[in-house]
């Protein structure tokens, strides 16, 4: 099992700044991919950025030039840096995990996710 813990969140003005932890019980060079969903109210989970093994990374266009998803290998860490916040950014942010799994019952992709840490954008 895996268990990830998010840290960061909180209450910032629009234009501001924040940074999303998520510090994860195991090596993350195990993990193939790491990222953050956010989930506004009334609507659907939404991917933000995510980051294959410790290469490639996908932005949702809405966060592009203003977030930025990055991991740290030896504190087993995935971050968010979220730069020029704006109302519409306000969410739950969730960290995933993506894990290629082997054993006796199953063998394939296992998805572990964070708590959520809330991040509210004033006008």
């Known amino acids: 099992q895996v268990q990830l813990v998010e840290s960061g969140g909180g209450l910032v003005q629009s234009g501001g700044s924040l940074r999303l932890s998520c510090t994860a019980s195991?090596?993350?060079?195990?993990?193939?991919?790491m990222g953050w969903y956010r989930q506004a109210p009334g609507k659907q989970r939404e991917l933000v950025a995510e980051i294959i093994n410790d290469g490639p990374t996908n932005y949702v266009d809405s966060v592009k030039g203003r977030f930025t998803i990055s991991r740290d290998n030896a504190k087993n860490t995935l971050y968010l840096q979220l730069n020029s916040l704006k109302p519409e950014d306000t969410a739950v942010y969730y960290c995933y995990a993506l894990r290629y799994i082997a054993t006796a019952a199953y063998t394939g992709p296992r998805e572990y996710w964070g708590q959520g840490t809330q991040v509210t954008v004033s006008s």
């Open positions: 195991i090596n993350i060079l195990s993990i193939y991919s």
